[in-house]
């Protein structure tokens, strides 16, 4: 297998005016959102849209705008998700606090972390069997909680596993029973559910992360790219000839670009669902 950093180029050569129809194909919609931020696919390609004060939004599958949930406090949103199959997770540093909502955006849980084991948490994500992990940058250590119960479960210093003694983590999400941690200056990390250390993707500058198909993708200017979690194989997928968007997400059958205020939702391309 080829090593990480050599390149499989799959780039196609289209005309400047057709291209972006060929590899994408007509947009399904274009959703504006004032002071858009965050945005996540359900499981059944519902769009949720976050702005920065932490309101979220809900759009159906061709962008028609469903439902709104505002939070009596206001605060910009670290982390949205909502590929659970029931349930809708944030999460918001400014405020110290996540929140667990159903598909409808009613709240089920409304947690902070205003206990003694949590002392500065900068990430969090959902994972399985009721836990929330949280990246707790006061003592660079790895946590997981039982949020029903609100009681730590364990806890992982990294500074030791890591061999470093600061770690910018932007992001952790938990797919397929791993947690990959998001340090765009450094690389993805990838911990198994015990939270013990797995390997590392010696792959800088990823904004958000997008998991499709064993593979993460992320935009690198205005060509998408995706790296083989089996092989470490680093694919140059297409470029396109818009102007630079900031980043992806992808759904079951849909592909969400956001640039600035704009979610421009497309079927998925063939090239990706050809992904093994």
């Not at 064993?214 to 200017?221: I, P």
Request: with cysteine; hydrophobic share 40%; aromatic share 10%.
């Amino acid at each position: 297998m080829k090593s990480l950093g050599i390149f499989l180029v799959l780039i196609y050569s289209f005309s400047t005016n057709a291209q972006n129809q060929e590899i994408l194909g007509v947009p399904i919609a274009k959703i504006r959102i004032n002071d858009l931020d965050l945005i996540s696919f359900d499981n059944r390609d519902q769009l949720f849209a976050s702005n920065t004060s932490g309101d979220i939004h809900l759009f159906s599958k061709e962008g028609k705008h469903q439902n709104l949930f505002s939070p009596a406090r206001q605060g910009r949103l670290d982390q949205l998700e909502a590929a659970r199959t029931v349930s809708i997770f944030s999460f918001s540093s400014d405020l110290q606090e996540y929140r667990v909502l159903d598909r409808f955006l009613n709240p089920l849980a409304e947690n902070g972390f205003s206990f003694s084991e949590v002392t500065l948490a900068k990430a969090a994500t959902l994972g399985n069997n009721n836990v929330v992990w949280v990246w707790d940058e006061s003592d660079m250590t790895l946590k997981s909680l039982d949020y029903l119960r609100n009681v730590l479960i364990q806890s992982q210093p990294l500074n030791l596993i890591t061999g470093s003694e600061t770690l910018e983590v932007t992001e952790i999400r938990e797919l397929k029973n791993r947690l990959f941690m998001n340090v765009p200056a450094s690389g993805v990390f990838i911990f198994d559910n015990q939270g013990n250390l797995m390997g590392k993707i010696e792959v800088k500058g990823i904004k958000k992360l997008c998991y499709y198909k064993e593979h993460l993708l992320w935009l690198d200017g205005t060509g998408l790219k995706a790296i083989s979690l089996s092989s470490n194989e680093i694919l140059v997928i297409f470029e396109l000839d818009t102007e630079t968007s900031d980043y992806l997400q992808i759904g079951q059958e849909r592909l969400a670009l956001v640039s600035g205020e704009q979610v421009t939702l497309y079927p998925i391309p063939r090239i990706l669902r050809s992904f093994e």
